[in-house]
């Protein structure tokens, strides 16, 4: 009996262990379908950064003593020439001094008019001229106009003197840690500098507010003050707004300083996405021509990469 009882008790401990067997396949695969289950309905907003690269390395053969190529989304530069050398930054310094006056003013606020002409270019403001924030703020930014500049710093609380010891205050929030500005306008040369990266970066700060995209992409508006008697045609000084995708946003120009000019591309991936290049010429000898070369050499010659975190 013996003989016959040992089979019998082997083959009740192998369908034991089968059925044990079983039961935990069965189990790891319920818990695996419920596991594809919520990963397919669970929304993975894993966002995926696009990193450019040049098709081909450009090798630009311009005028200026300074270039920077950056993409505004990655803040990858594409190329760069003496990005950290200090230059006199012209009437881009007024790129900061838009920003610190709408971080105050609002579009409506109506400004006085406390100076009437100063050195450089000027839009005619008369003293005593009222107009709104807006309209000053256009004035400045497309004809460079330095009363309108002035104008901003002059209404400001404390004055000018306060103005510009906020340019600076903004610059290091912004870390532009080799910049300083000595008055609104740009005219002091030997103290408004700063470097190409510093400029870039304040430029792309400034594109991100989108009053001041606007108006750098506005090539003429007809303005006046507030009783409608005096009027102004402004005409922006960009004269590659509108070609090879160009969109923004400031020239500069002085003895010191040469000729200055940060723009903004719009450009497209494979997939039709879009794209902001911002380009920086500084001390050039024609800021326009070496800005065309190298959208020349740029347009069709960026690779967007995808990486996932």
Known sequence: MKGYKRPILYAFLFACLSFLVTIAFFDLFLRYYNFEKKIKEFPLNISKTQYPVFKTPIAPNITAKAVVIMDDESKTILFSKNPNLLFSMASTTKIMTALVALDYYKLNDVLTVKTERVEGVNVGFKIGEKLNFENILYAMLLPSGNDA???LAQNYPGGEKEFVK???EKAK????TNTNFADPIGLEDSQDYTTPLDLI???SAALEN??????????TLQISDI?????YLLKNLNKLLGVSGVNGVKTGTTTEAGQVFVTSKQDLDSNGN???LIILVMNSEDRFSDTQQLLDLISG???YLSIHP
């Open 274 to 276: 879009k794209h902001t």
């Open 173 to 176: 929030s912004l870390s532009l």
């Open 301 to 303: 010659n960026i690779n």
């Open 201 to 203: 970066r304040l430029t």
């Open 166 to 168: 906020k340019m600076n």
């Open 227 to 231: 009783t409608g008697e005096n009027e």
């Open 210 to 219: 989108k009053i001041f995209a606007n108006i750098v992409k506005t090539k």
């Open 149 to 151: 500049a002035l104008a």
